[in-house]
């Protein structure tokens, strides 16, 4: 089993800025990838951000350039730096881990959800 533990949501005015973190531990072994989805309320959950274990990230569309996904492999952690926030980047963020066990299965594992309000 794999655990995470988000923080660092909240509620911040439109422009402002908030910082998510991520924390994995248990059996972890090796994780491949760390990443943030969110889902608004009546839409599906969709990626924003994911980091490679080899440094490669890719972005929704309309968050490149505003957010910033980075990763502390020795604390196996990810971060989520979001600047410039707009109301429509209200949502429930999710962390999302992908890695493999020590015998080589594969897992996925998701956090509790931490919730992300942008006021106008």
């Known amino acids: 089993q794999v655990q995470l533990v988000e923080s660092g949501g909240g509620l911040v005015q439109a422009g402002g800025s908030l910082r998510l973190s991520c924390a994995a531990s248990g059996s972890i072994f090796s994780i491949n990838a760390m990443g943030w989805y969110r889902q608004a309320p009546g839409k599906q959950r969709e990626l924003v951000a994911r980091?490679?274990?080899?440094?490669?990230?890719n972005y929704l569309d309309s968050v490149k350039g505003r957010f910033t996904i980075s990763r502390d492999n020795a604390k196996n952690t990810v971060y989520l730096q979001m600047n410039s926030l707009k109301p429509e980047d209200t949502a429930v963020y999710y962390c999302?881990?992908?890695?493999?066990?020590?015998?080589?299965?594969?897992?996925?594992?998701w956090g509790q959800g931490t919730q992300v309000t942008v006021s106008s």
């Open positions: 999302n881990v992908v890695g493999h066990y020590g015998n080589g299965r594969m897992y996925t594992y």
């Open positions: 980091i490679t274990d080899a440094g490669t990230t």
